[in-house]
């Protein structure tokens, strides 16, 4: 019987069971025997493993975060683990891996596929920024939580006649925020990708409210440079250990300046890591379910080396080579038709 192993990495995101459960039940189709690896590379490098049946999954469909839990290992940091990982699939006779992560995860994978380790890919991350997928598992739930919280955002600053600054994830780009942000109606949204001075704000800000429109939602990416926002002094940011930065908290360095400069009650809500968590929505389940049975099927035909991707409507293949050390841009067109609608209204 053949045997594949599953595992998640990096940042856990909603839809990330669904995948698992999609891999073990298309994987017993085809009579292949499921290994779970626990807490990523890391459970692969300490042979922390446990096999996956139907009844493993059965209900996990609907459950955030992920049944096998996660991690931020670089699994070829260290070249002993290397050594570690093939001992580990040599004596427990796995043939194949399902890797399910973002960008750091599926760096690491082709590093590993580099190495004669046959595997394949599943793109997740909330911030969607995976290059040769049109959409990525977990983006779509936190897309619908950002637009709840700003639905609820707007009474209270219509009532209070504030702005409300709302600090959404997405490290260095701004699908998140942009998608969140149009769905919720905000009034204005600043990402990564394109650059603009607190003056800018200010004066469109500005121009709402000599319009008559007496409170305003904007919608910011964490990944926002601070030097853009204010003059101040703001600490170095930490690390975690995969080298990613930890935010300094651009959300409350524009409600201090835009309160300042325009002498308007501003009030900050940074959504954080509620995006991560919850229940999947429908189309995360179902994104998810598509790309693990499109990996057995990869899998099964002895096409390695890839990930799955989704492109159009349809699941197809990208090239594990392409997508490393690469991320996702919004499209600054993208952008500039979003601002043109928020335009609009005033």
Known sequence: MKKIAVMTGGGDCPGLNAVIRSVVLSGSGYEIETVGIHNG?????????????????????????????TSRIDPL????????IQKTLKETGIDSLVVIGGDGTLSAAYDIACKGIPLVG??????????GTDLTVGFDTA????????????????????????????????????????AGGADIILIPEIHFTTEEVCRDLKARF???????I?????????????????????RDECGHEKFVGVGNLLGKELEHQLGIETRVTVLGHVQRGGIPTAFDRILGTRFGVAAVEQIVAGNTGCMMALQGSRIGTFPLKDVASRIKPVNPDLYYLVKTVMSKKW
């Open 77 to 84: 940091k260290n070249p002993a683990d290397l050594e570690k």
């Open 41 to 69: 590379w890391k459970g692969l490098i300490d042979s922390d493993l446990e096999v996956l049946t139907d009844a493993s999954v059965s209900d996990i469909l609907s459950r955030g975060g992920t049944i096998l839990g």
């Open 143 to 182: 897309v619908a939580i950002v637009t709840d919280a700003i639905d609820r955002l707007h009474t209270t600053a219509e009532s209070h006649h504030r702005i409300m600054v709302v600090e959404v994830m997405g490290r260095k780009t701004g699908w998140i925020s942009l998608m969140g942000g149009m």
């Open 122 to 131: 599943i793109p997740k991350t909330i911030d969607n920024d995976i290059f």
């Open 218 to 238: 904007v919608v910011v990416a964490e990944g926002i440079k601070h030097e853009d926002i204010t003059d101040a002094v703001v600490p170095e940011c930490d």
């Open 210 to 216: 000599m319009a008559g429109k007496k409170y305003s």
